[in-house]
């Protein structure tokens, strides 16, 4: 799809030098562009690079309002943003068709909305609500009782287990896996046995949260889980029972959360990180890769970075690994 | 499902104290409870809540017996377990359907027992056996030769590779990969190519084990993969090719066990801990979470808590982690 | 599938003590070989317990040259190699149909090559290339515009997102995502928000790669995830967009790989290792279970295995932990 730089940055709320009837259909890195890619540049030494790229223009920072430009700009204050807003114009996600394919089994009391796409072989159980827009890619399997909201994307070969609620423009990459049985067991002091303890709370996502590819978030026990407006999960993310996650909170690949720990809105969670059970981390922590959180510990310490395990604020445990390092190297 | 009050304390062993005739038809949380639900206290500091709750009844340890009691109690030395034996009474599994679906594919040579429900689009391959009373959840893939037993329930989307078997009541969650390859090459001294090793073991599965969503467990490279009876398998686990697992081990998420590793009966893995190849974790040992066991080595001690890579007894563990902070403070 | 010993040695290079005329049709560890099957030998110790075996035949290295034979024997340079390739000679891989299954949905526009085989309920897209005598395994989804090579084995419920491009003789494991979009996100200064970065790049795998059950692979953001010939991939691992990996790479079980990351040839990284965005570790350097490499970090030094997090030699680092366990006895 074709805009005029214009239209595009107005959308962005950007202001063009030079010539704004030129125009872009697509975008692109600065080493990949072709003729009608926009390119985005955040710092200015990357800036000639882009002026002698391919590119019908380039969306950047002030910084490069004084220069002399070879090709029309975007000027805006955050560039890489309005570069992933610009990204919206055009259509990128693969040809979803527009229809609900004749292999597709949805039982008869489930409400479709309007310009809901759904692709081959899925099934929609009982009493399943599927909003506006939403589109819900092969193989999947959305139980009975499940509630999607509108214009959400579920990628193949999803599993939603019954009940689970998702809000508006979810994204749900494949594999996933939403509302699974917690783990949860009584052992029988007599026999020794584990009995399974009853998984029968559900999992509510809100709106405009990501989830990624083979992701796990079980269902409450008894309560519900909940994942905030805005979260973006990335892959092999484990989420357990009766977990709480605020809004806007970011989680890196193979991250795990174990039962009823709240992360509250802002945390930046790195990859591979552990969270016990009820541990609580508090608005806008950082905790970095492979950092530990033992049971029923509190975090807080908003834009303060923890590392380690137990996690301890970095700048401590930098200086703990120094000192180790030092004694090492005196043997 | 309304049962009395009575019906359910003999099914769990336990003496009522008050009404036994009132009915009742679910169980809850205490916040949660609704008049008909069943609710456990397990410390005495929450009897009051559960009294004012709206929960119809309450099962209790010993200590609530002497208490004047505004509703009736089931009074029982395991509470806990008690609730989750009460929960098996109603019903909660979102209502699988009695039948073989239309769009299942069975191959004729497959042997189904009675009441075997099979959900939408699953294939059953050649000489699969399914007994009686076992789920088969959409989507699901069973290759050849695959042997399920009774009332197992197996959720949608997960493959079981060809000559898998799983015993009796054996739960496998949405998306779990049983049986697939062991990871296993040979580098040709010459080439530097890694040359695949045959994976041609079998994959066997005993009773009462329960599997999490999206788990990985490999089939033998020339043996057998083992799970011992009554085992518990979080989310996202890997168990690699010829592990042995004893009988009532519980592993929790993201846990990974390397080739030919033995776990014995009794043991407790917590999330994220890794085990090297070759290792034996003897009977009853408790690693903590994010713990690491490098190659070869035997972990003793019934009951002791390991942590930390390499895994060592957590006392001595955290007064390491005592004196490197110290040092590092007095710098 | 009979095979004379003879033929057996030509193809692997080896020579034979004893009868040639001796014929096999099948392989097994020592100790559960059955009359038939060939076994092998790496380690002289091991060499009594192969002749009193059941085999009818044993591939062994040198030592084995000068002893005694009650049984035929292979002698090669690389016995456990030897054995790995005529493995190869007998067929394993669970009976695929060699049809193109009637319930599959394949595009009008995908081409396919010769003998492709298709399992059930696979959903072929648009512009699909599928090479000669690749297998496809039930209910995987092969998205619009992927290419797959020749002699490729996809097991089932794989996921492959648009674009994606497969060499010859890949092996993809049941459950694997590959081509999904990366964890990228453009945080709003003003609102706080995370506008989603466009990821709209590529994945591309060479020649002779495995890629184990459930892991997870993710297309470049605005260019390319390359994986090298001949590298091999465990279960559950994750790697993210823009990552380079280079040939004959080895990745265990768990480990993930931020973006942009670049793996050169030959390393070994071992299970559970994250490794930050935009690290480098380059050739042949080997990665210790559980280790960890910060971002931007370069790790070089071929053969040399590194531990820990950070992840530093492992001869430094096992001194460090000796130097801690002394301090922590003596308090």
Known sequence: MKH????????????????????????????????????FVEEEKNLQ????????????????????????????????LAFAQAARFFHFDGGWPAEIHPTTIVHPSARLGANVSIEARVIVGENVEIGEG???????????????????????????YSGTKLGDRVIVHAGAVLGSDGF???????????????????????????????????????????????TKIDNLVHIAHNVQIGED???????????????????????????????????GVILGAQSGVPTKKVIRGKGIVFWGTPARPIRGYLKELAVLARLAKKE
Chains 1, 2, 3 share one sequence.
């Open 184 to 230: 949860g067991y009584v052992r029988d002091a007599k026999s020794g046995k584990y009995e399974k303890f009853p998984q029968i709370g559900r999992l509510e996502i809100s709106d405009d949260v990501e989830i990624g590819a083979n992701t796990t978030i079980d269902r409450g026990a008894l309560e519900v889980t909940r994942i905030g407006r805005g």
């Open 4 to 39: 005029t730089l214009k239209a595009v940055a107005e959308a962005v709320g950007g202001r063009i030098i030079g010539e704004d009837a030129v125009s872009v259909c697509g975008i692109a890195s600065i080493e990949k562009a072709a003729p009608g890619d926009l390119v």
């Open 49 to 80: 690079a882009a002026m002698h790229s391919n590119a019908s223009a380039v969306i950047a920072g002030e910084f490069a309002a004084w220069t002399k430009h070879s090709k029309p700009f975007v000027i805006t204050q955050q560039p890489k």
């Open 134 to 160: 939403s589109r819900i890619g092969a193989g999947s399997v959305i139980a009975a009782d499940v509630h999607i909201g509108m214009n959400c994307t579920i990628y193949p070969n999803v599993t939603i």
């Open 249 to 283: 909170v970011v989680i890196a690949a193979q991250t795990g959360i174990s039962g009823s720990a709240v992360i509250e809105n802002n945390a930046v969670i790195a990859g591979q990180v552990g969270i016990a059970d009820h541990v609580r981390i508090e608005q």
